[in-house]
Structures are given as structure tokens and as C-alpha cells.
């Protein structure tokens, strides 16, 4: 069946990076975007940004620039996010999720999540 | 930056129609998206394109938009549907941006 397995949690300090992994599995892994949107404890949804899976064209939040790096790897189909210089609002459950093409918001599948916590 | 804006709760009785609603400048241009987030789990689609349901979504799901507005309507809302609701879209901008509404808490009892 189409899934996205993510890694598990991480604890990271303040300023140190953390790289959140999203394997796919069940469909064609190039024929689709990767998106990634985060939820701090007790807050909504957050858009991070996308990346296409077929030749690693990315979108990222204007907030996030500088900080996210989101590339793919077709050759074992996991998609990563890397965030840098973390800060403690950057706690959150990290999701990744599935972009069909010609539909860049429509996030059909939905990894698991991953929660990162930034603590000194 | 851009905004959507959500009522924070909808309360409706089982059997009644909920309606949440989502603002937005750009919405007359940009279509709405739903998603449903229930306590613990991963969200789902459930409206896309302002008001096409994905396969396995229950037909009392349905989305509209007009001008400004667009409006996730539940018809005959049952006790499992008790979630808190996402709209979903991007602005107007060149650098095209996603944006999550504030989220509605759908409180169905």
C-alpha cells in the first residue's frame, strides 16, 4: 500500500541541526512532490515547503529561507528535510506528505510525523 | 504575510450540518483545501480543489467557495467527525506560499 515512514524523534540543543527522513513506498516515488508542514505542541499546521521528486525543484516558506534544505534520494525513494540553527520554537511534529502532480496543495498521504524537540 | 482565518470552534449536535469557514484575499484566485486532523494522528485530505472529495471520503463532506470565503460543510455530522479542521491555500504572490488556516475545533455531541 502507498505509505511515508518517517524517522523516529530527535532531541537536539539550541543551534545544532537535525535532517528528518521520509521513505516511500507503494508508488512511482518520481511522479510525485514531497511536501513538509510542521505542528508545534498545542498549535496548528505550518507549510515549510515542497520539492519535487522528479528533478529536486524546491519551494520553500519565505519564514524558513536560509535555515531548510529539503533533497531527495530516487534511488532508495526517501525524501529529507534538514533544518539548521535550531531554536526552541522550532519544537513540533514534522510531517511529510505526498504531492500529486498538477495538485501542489492537495496532500494526499501523510507520513507518521517525527517530533523534534530543541532543548538546552 | 497572507492569512487565512478560521472560526476557533463549531459546535453542532449529531445529525446537523456543520459548516466552518475559511477567509482569505486571495481566495477568489486560489483554490481551498481541507484537511481533517483528529487528536493524535496525521491529517487527512478531505476536500480538494474548493470542492472535490478524495476516494474513501464520506459524501457528507462537501466544499464550496465564493469571493472570499470558501466553506467546508459536513451534512449530517456524526460523532466520528470530531476534529479539528484545516484550510489549506496559497497567496497571490509570485514566490507562491502555503498557508494553514488557524485551525477549527468541530465539537460534535
Known amino acids: 500500500q502507498v505509505q511515508l515512514v518517517q524517522s523516529g524523534a530527535e532531541v537536539k540543543k539550541p543551534g545544532a541541526s537535525v535532517k528528518v527522513s521520509c521513505k516511500a513506498s507503494?508508488?512511482?516515488?518520481?511522479?510525485?512532490?514531497i511536501s513538509w508542514v510542521r505542528q508545534a505542541p498545542g498549535q496548528g499546521l505550518e507549510w515549510m515547503g515542497w520539492?519535487?521528486?522528479?528533478?529536486?525543484?524546491?519551494n520553500y516558506a519565505q519564514k524558513l529561507q536560509g535555515r531548510v534544505t529539503m533533497t531527495t534520494d530516487t534511488s532508495t525513494s526517501t525524501a529529507y528535510m534538514e533544518l539548521r540553527s535550531l531554536r526552541s520554537d522550532d519544537t513540533a511534529v514534522y510531517y511529510c506528505?505526498?504531492?500529486?502532480?498538477?495538485?501542489?496543495?492537495?496532500?494526499?498521504?501523510w507520513g507518521q510525523g517525527t517530533m523534534v524537540t530543541v532543548s538546552s | 504575510s497572507y492569512e487565512l482565518t478560521q472560526p476557533p470552534s463549531v459546535s453542532v449536535s449529531p445529525g446537523q450540518t456543520a459548516r466552518i469557514t475559511c477567509s482569505g484575499d486571495a481566495l477568489p484566485k486560489k483554490y481551498a483545501y481541507w484537511y481533517q486532523q483528529k487528536s493524535g494522528q496525521a491529517p487527512v485530505l478531505v476536500i480538494y480543489e474548493d470542492s472535490k472529495r478524495p476516494s474513501g471520503i464520506p459524501e457528507r463532506f462537501s466544499g464550496s467557495s465564493s469571493g472570499t470565503m470558501a466553506t467546508l460543510t459536513i451534512s449530517g455530522a456524526q460523532v466520528e467527525d470530531e476534529a479539528d479542521y484545516y484550510c489549506?491555500?496559497?497567496?497571490?504572490?509570485?514566490?507562491?506560499?502555503?498557508?494553514f488556516g488557524g485551525g477549527t475545533k468541530l465539537t460534535v455531541l
Open positions: 507503494g508508488y512511482t516515488f518520481t511522479s510525485y512532490g
Open positions: 489549506y491555500s496559497t497567496d497571490s504572490s509570485g514566490n507562491r506560499q502555503g498557508v
Open positions: 520539492i519535487s521528486a522528479y528533478n529536486g525543484n524546491t
Open positions: 506528505a505526498r504531492v500529486p502532480p498538477l495538485m501542489l496543495d492537495a496532500f494526499d498521504i
